[in-house]
């Protein structure tokens, strides 16, 4: 039987994940990625399912955490981008985090010999055209200007939008090592089995003002156009979060707990600044944290004084794009249909989802939903009780649900998922204490997370996450 192809219009991480669910499917599918035609202001490259932030997909643990939960669901579903991220991650702790450049390169190279899959270069000015019965919009945080104009002119939405800042990113040979140490926060090893995946910077109290004093005296980009669009508290500029506090930051990214000093195991650190490994290589570092808005020569300046970091070089400074996202629990039926026009789907960061994975998940449940309809064998959303299931509710009425008010941006998180009541004993009846039965009731959510995701999948019995 031939198929009419499904147009997915995007090519990031949310565009890439549903041409795989599709492509695997045994549909065909025409991927529509605007560049290298026409360019953003974040992207470097042509490459599918580039990582224009963190290269951080964030904690792995699925049974402590809700992130990690989230990865084990999509590796269930044959999630390109996790079997790619866990083909190039890099040292990071208990996070999983990725070399960039090779991530992206496998992607697009898994699509590009899908014998299912097509690659168009060009920019979707404007709505999918008409002759286009199935589509899926997958445009993310950059969508150009005139698809989003055109989309909020059909809903008569104004306009959503928030701001994303990029971190810097240091060689590794300019880092004074004599100063900083390699650490995991508590010596927690990661995905790879490194319990020193983060290189640390030790702060005292006076470099410590001195940082914040400058973070809220330097130069910043403004945007005077934009000035009332809010930011995202997932990706706070450092500046910003400076603001809200003197004590912010060292409560925050620069928390100094579960770090030991290796060259002054004796002394406390007041702070301490972190930076994650960006690249396989080892030769490029992300500073944990430290997105900004500063204009480049306060960035230098700035950084360059903080112990390990005087003679920093930086591979990229920080710098703001813009993010756009619809009032999905108004605008999108439980099937990820735009209820103005049900042949368009959205997926990723517009939904109102936040971080990669997230992105990328709606992406995986939008390519299976609409696979499923070409193919005639309808489909719901995954079961609310799994964190797939919990983001496409979120996004699609559990919001409003939950009691109204503006519909933001959200990551995964166990606050989304039906409770469950806290264990008081363990299996040996012995009691247990709040962080133990907090732990318990974690593993409790992801076991049944995994197996309400077996039943939905259809498979017959559910191994242990791997």
């Not at 005077?224 to 910003?240: A, R, S, T």
């Amino acid at each position: 039987m031939s198929l009419t192809p499904i147009h997915v219009v995007g090519g990031g991480l949310a565009g890439s994940e549903a041409a795989w669910q599709i492509a695997e499917a045994g549909v065909p599918v025409v991927i529509h990625e605007m560049r290298p035609v026409r360019g953003t202001d974040a992207h470097q490259t042509d490459g599918l399912a580039e990582l224009v932030c963190s290269n951080s997909f964030r904690a792995d643990d699925w049974t402590g955490n809700a992130v990690g939960l989230l990865h084990a669901e999509m590796r269930r579903c044959g999630s390109i981008i996790m079997a790619c991220g866990d083909a190039h991650q890099v040292p990071a702790g208990g996070a999983l985090a990725v070399d960039r450049d090779g991530f992206s390169q496998a992607v697009t190279a898994r699509l590009l010999a899908h014998p299912n899959v097509t690659l168009e270069r060009g920019e979707v000015a404007g709505l999918p055209p008409a002759e286009w019965d199935s589509a899926i919009v997958a445009t993310g945080p950059l969508t150009s200007p005139d698809l989003a104009q055109a989309v909020l002119d059909l809903t008569g939405e104004g306009q959503l939008a928030f701001f994303d800042a990029i971190a810097p990113i240091v060689n590794f040979e300019s880092i004074d090592m004599d100063v900083a140490w390699r650490q995991s926060r508590y010596d927690k090893p990661g995905p790879g089995g490194d319990a020193a995946a983060y290189i640390n910077c030790p702060m005292d109290k006076d470099q410590y003002e001195a940082v914040i004093d400058a973070l809220l005296a330097g130069p910043k980009s403004e945007f005077k156009d934009w000035e009332h669009v809010p930011y995202f508290d997932g990706c706070l500029p450092i500046e910003v979060m400076a603001e809200r506090g003197r004590e912010t930051l060292r409560h925050g990214p620069m928390k100094p707990v579960g770090l030991t000093n290796a060259h002054r195991p004796d002394e406390k650190a007041y702070a301490v600044v972190q930076l994650r490994q960006d690249n396989a290589l080892g030769t490029l570092w992300n500073m944990v944290g430290f997105q900004t808005k500063l204009k480049h020569g306060a960035q230098t300046e700035i950084f360059r004084t903080i112990p390990g970091l005087e003679k920093a070089v930086f591979a990229r400074l920080g710098g703001l794009h813009r993010n756009t996202f619809l009032n999905s629990p108004r605008l999108l039926d439980g099937q990820l249909r735009l209820k103005a026009m049900p042949r368009l789907r959205f997926a990723g960061q517009v939904t109102g989802v936040e971080g990669y994975v997230e992105s990328a998940a709606i992406g995986l449940i939008a390519g299976r939903l609409a696979a499923a309809e070409r193919l005639g064998r309808p489909l719901d959303a995954p079961p609310a009780t799994t964190a797939l299931g919990a983001l496409v509710g979120h996004i699609t009425g559990g919001h409003l649900d939950a009691g109204g008010g503006s519909f933001q941006p959200m990551n995964i998180n166990y606050g989304l998922l039906p409770p469950m009541e806290q264990p008081k004993r363990d299996a040996e009846g012995r009691r247990l204490g709040r962080k133990e039965g907090g732990r318990a009731k974690k593993l409790m959510i992801g076991e049944r997370a995994l197996a309400d995701l077996g039943g939905w999948l259809g498979e017959r019995a559910v191994q242990a996450a791997e």
